[in-house]
């Protein structure tokens, strides 16, 4: 886990409603999992299981 954190600062963290906004309208626009990995400093894991919790699709791009 400390080597997650150090690599993505928010690893482990719960997701905000602001951070579950956000994502989705970014995923909306198109945007790819590497740059929602930078924005939200969570791992490629994090945000794909994130997406299909929030629209119920997988995220493949």
Do not use: C, H, P, V
């Not at 954190?5 to 790819?32: F, I, V």
């Not at 930078?38 to 629209?55: C, D, E």
Request: net charge positive; aromatic share 14%.
């Amino acid at each position: 886990m400390a080597q997650q954190k150090a690599m993505y600062a928010n690893a482990y963290e719960r997701w905000t409603d602001e951070d579950d906004q956000r994502l989705l309208y970014l995923y909306s626009q198109g945007k790819k999992i590497s740059e929602l990995m930078q924005i939200f400093a969570r791992n490629k894991g994090a945000i794909k299981s994130r997406i299909l919790k929030l629209t119920g699709k997988e995220f493949y791009n």
